[in-house]
């Protein structure tokens, strides 16, 4: 899953970390993930992470290891088909036109 597309006009670093934050968006990752999940070296990488931090765009909780997670925001919405199976094609016809 990539990161909404309102997010994607961000330098390439900070784009393919917030997508592979989006696709572990419940776990999380720690910076040793993110690095080994972005091709990128590790100043590349802080460098973005930093930036997105500051615009609100992740969110990093400490405890036993330091974790970081995508903010709500950059997370898409589930698709509609996979929110609510529908009937199909047919079905939907129908619904449309109301018969």
């Known amino acids: 899953m990539a990161?909404?597309?309102?997010?994607?006009?961000?330098?390439?670093?900070?784009?393919?970390?917030?997508?592979?934050?989006?696709?572990?968006?419940?776990?999380?990752?720690?910076?040793?993930?993110?690095?080994?999940a972005v091709d990128a070296d590790?100043?590349?990488?802080?460098?973005?992470?930093?930036?997105?931090?500051e615009d609100s765009l992740i969110t990093v909780e400490s405890g036993d290891r330091v974790r970081v997670y995508p903010h709500d925001r950059v997370v898409p919405d589930a698709e509609p088909?996979?929110?609510?199976?529908?009937?199909?094609?047919?079905?939907g016809l129908r619904e449309r036109l109301g018969l």
């Open 3 to 36: 990161a909404k597309s309102e997010y994607r006009d961000r330098p390439d670093v900070q784009v393919a970390l917030l997508d592979a934050l989006v696709d572990r968006g419940d776990e999380g990752m720690t910076v040793l993930e993110l690095r080994a």
């Open 42 to 53: 590790i100043d590349a990488v802080e460098d973005a992470l930093a930036a997105l931090k």
């Open 81 to 91: 088909n996979e929110a609510e199976p529908t009937g199909g094609l047919l079905e």
